[in-house]
């Protein structure tokens, strides 16, 4: 089993910054692509970023230029950094990763999300 822990939402002020980590813990053999994605109010869930294993990362429009996804493999933790932050950045962040377990299964893991509000 893998456990995904977020950390590092809060409360902030617009064009404030946040960062945001999702750490792996548990049967991790590797960890393959993670996304970051957030759900708004009354909102669908929408993908922000993501990276692969390799390095190679992809973004919403909508963050481009002021979100940046990063990751450090030797922690098994994958960070969003988020400045010049808006209002409709609010919602509740969850990171998702592909997870090769110990057991050489590939699995899907969410982790329980952590909410960012960002005030005008």
């Known amino acids: 089993q893998v456990r995904l822990v977020e950390s590092g939402g809060g409360l902030v002020q617009a064009g404030g910054s946040l960062r945001l980590s999702c750490a792996a813990s548990?049967?991790?053999?590797?960890?393959?692509?993670v996304g970051w994605y957030r759900q708004a109010p009354g909102k669908q869930r929408e993908l922000v970023a993501s990276?692969?294993?390799?390095?190679?990362?992809n973004y919403a429009d909508s963050v481009k230029g002021r979100f940046t996804i990063s990751r450090d493999n030797a922690k098994n933790t994958v960070y969003l950094q988020m400045i010049s932050l808006k209002p409709e950045d609010t919602g509740v962040y969850y990171c998702?990763?592909?997870?090769?377990?110990?057991?050489?299964?590939?699995?899907?893991?969410w982790g329980q999300g952590t909410q960012v509000t960002v005030s005008s």
């Open positions: 990276i692969t294993s390799g390095g190679n990362t």
């Open positions: 548990g049967r991790v053999n590797s960890i393959l692509i």
């Open positions: 998702s990763a592909n997870v090769i377990e110990s057991g050489s299964n590939l699995r899907n893991y």
